[in-house]
């Protein structure tokens, strides 16, 4: 018996090996729920077209992986920054599960960063529609369905760059920021309707996409990237980056009844980052 038996998730994000959105599904499953999991399963347009993103096959695997586990799952192509495509999971879900009680809006961009007057008028638009607008849409097509069941739990995932602005962050950083303050507007909204919304805010992760960061602080500091990890683990008292698993354990958390006083909280996974100074 598990403390999700009978729930339902979606978890967005999921097609990247190795990344939260995965460990976060499979954590979910763990735990008794049934899960619905997407990506964006393409590649962006034009100046964007470099960002790697999660791809279809992989999405389907960890849908089996799932199912593996006794769990029912249900795979979806979406792109979080159309709507319609939020509204369609969102009603297949509800048509072949009935309900949907937990939601974690993990799928995000990091394309903006760099230096401040040399991030692409693109790429900050980007990172805003992705980040922002496409956690917006999330809620707004989740909540409704949440109210008729009595309830649920929401988890935006924001980032220590989300509580401090960092350099050469400058889109990015302004849109984890602005998570957090849409996560803190909605939870004091809908807690007396118990739905529970929080934020998590993770520092290093060793993920695909946290591999992909170490190349881009290599590219600026004229370093490799072991060099660019050697240097971030040393801002981590722990002395490591985090794993994916790490982060779901906390999701996990929030989701579950073990979270059931927390509301409108931006929570540090960091290992101590947050807190360090050289």
């Known amino acids: 018996m598990g403390t999700l038996d009978g729930k339902v998730a979606i978890v967005t994000g999921v097609g990247r090996p190795d990344g939260i959105g995965e460990a976060t599904a499979l954590k979910m499953a763990e735990e008794g729920a049934n899960v619905v999991i997407s990506d964006i399963c393409r590649t962006y347009e034009g ?34 920054t159309k709507k319609d495509e939020i509204e369609e999971m969102v009603k297949e ?5 009935n309900r949907i009680d937990i939601l974690v809006n993990n799928a995000g961009s990091g394309v903006g960063v760099g230096p401040f007057l040399d991030i692409p008028e693109a790429a900050w638009d980007k990172t805003m ?5 496409g956690t917006f849409y999330c ?24 509580l401090m ?36 805010c993770p520092h290093f992760v060793e993920t695909s ?6 190349q881009y602080i290599a590219m600026l500091n004229g370093i490799t990237p072991e060099e660019a990890r050697e240097k971030s683990i040393k801002t981590i008292p722990i002395g490591r980056p985090a794993t994916g698993r790490d982060i779901a354990d906390v999701i996990y ?16 996974i960091t ?8």
């Open 47 to 80: 100046d964007m077209s470099w960002y790697p993103l999660g791809g279809w096959e992989y999405l389907e695997s960890v849908a089996k992986k799932i199912e593996d586990m006794g769990r029912k799952a249900k795979a979806f192509k979406v792109d979080i």
């Open 93 to 97: 879900t509800v048509k072949v599960f």
């Open 129 to 133: 529609e992705v980040n922002v607008k």
């Open 139 to 162: 809620m707004r097509a989740v909540i409704p369905e949440m109210l008729k069941v009595g309830g649920g739990r929401i988890i935006n995932l924001s980032s220590t760059a989300g």
């Open 165 to 200: 602005g960092p350099a050469e962050y400058g889109a990015y950083s302004p849109s984890k920021f602005a998570i957090i303050g849409m996560t803190q507007t909605v939870a004091l909204e809908y807690a007396p309707k118990n739905i529970l919304i929080n934020a998590v």
């Open 209 to 214: 996409m946290g591999r992909d960061e170490y």
């Open 253 to 268: 958390f929030l989701a579950s009844p073990l979270g059931s006083y927390m509301v409108g909280q931006a929570v540090p």
């Open 271 to 278: 290992g101590g980052g947050e807190i360090w100074s050289p």
